[in-house]
Structures are given as C-alpha cells and as structure tokens.
C-alpha cells in the first residue's frame, strides 16, 4: 500500500513539474511578443520587409491616378515627340507645360520649347518648373504658365525638335565650350499638381486669349513629376 502511494505521490509530481513549464514558456513567449513594436497590428520587423518608404508616401498613390504616355519618332534630322496625360483624379489638375521666351515682340509660346539635360547616359526633356539654382541671385523665377485637365480627360501635345538634340537651361548656366555629339537615352519629364494646392491666377492676353500662371514658390512645394523613357539611342550634343 505504501508502495502504491508513493507512486502516485511521484506521478503528480511530474505533472505538476510539466505543468510549471509549459507555464514558464507560454509566458516567455508572451513577453517576447509585447516587447516587440506593432505598428496597425504587425511587428515592426515584418512592416521593414514588405514596406518601402515609396508605398508609403502620397505621391506614390497620387501617381497611378495621373498617368504619362510618351513615344519618340525620329524622321530624317527631327524627333517628334508625342504625350498625353491623363486624369484620373475627382478634380482637375494642372500640367506646368507651357515654356515661354521673351523675344523683341513681347512674350512667345512655343510647344516646341523644353527644357534638355543630360543626366549620365540619358538626356532629359523637361516641361516643368526648374529651380533657381541656390548659387544664382535671380529677380524673376521662371515658372511656365499651366495646363489645366479636367476630371476624367486627357490632353495631348507633338513636339518637334532637332536632332542632335541641344542643351537648354532656363537659366543659362550651360555655355558654350568643346561641344561632342553622343548617342543618348532619351526621357520625357512633365510637371503637374492637383486643383487647390495653390493658388491659379487668370491672365487675360490682347488678343482675346487666356492664360494660367501660378507663384513660383508654391509651385515649386507642389509640383509632382512624372517621366518615362520615350526613346533608345538619339544623337544629342552635350559639352
């Protein structure tokens, strides 16, 4: 009998030992998960993983509802570009894509004015505002007059330019020097931003015409970028 009872005694014993662990480890683990950051209910390490600052930013979001087609046709010494932008959006946005000069009969539209820059292998062609250079004391910021797109539509534009391709700043910091023809990448860039992020001024020309403009510093807070390669190998000119 006293046999029987002192294995019973043992047996209860090791569940009470088993039990005692499988506590210590429930709690373990346990603190292991709080101690962890969540952030909307998933560890931080797991967020690193699968989330890019991109994803996270509004223009990432901002960009799949303004979209940009852009292709290039070469034609003897010209390059005929083609774009469209189209608006998706709920309001109505406005392309920074009218480039102007100054010319000896007052101020000169002209579709065919970008802006090029090379950029290692790829040349860029650029219809949007370009900061002033923070070494450059300017009295007037150029700030291209606007496009506006309404909800759902889309506008296009040809541009025509010759080939080789030239470099242009609207600020004049590209001088002449030892000019060589090189073949490039070509990228089209146009600026844009959305129906209330500033202000849009109305300027009634003589000839009956309007014109969208808006202030260079807030354009320049504002302004979204959109780009995308048009063309493979294209002469262009560069110092």
Known sequence: MMNRNFFTGAWWGCLIIVGCLLAACTVAATEELTDTPVE???PTAQMEQTMTVEDMTPKATMGTAV???AEAQRQANTLVVTYRVTNSLDKTIYLVNRLFQ?????????????YANREGETVQLVKALLPVPDDLD???PIVPFLTAVPPGETFSEIITLPLPLMPLDPYGQLLPG???TNESFVQFVVGWFKDGDTAVSVQSQSDGSTLLS???GEVRQVQNLLQTTISGQIPTTIQ
């Open 178 to 180: 030892d000019w060589v």
């Open 214 to 216: 808006a202030e260079y």
């Open 40 to 42: 909307n209910g998933t």
């Open 138 to 140: 300017v009295e007037s």
């Open 67 to 69: 979209t940009l087609q």
């Open 102 to 114: 100054w010319t000896a009969n007052g101020l000169s539209l002209d579709p065919n004015l970008i």
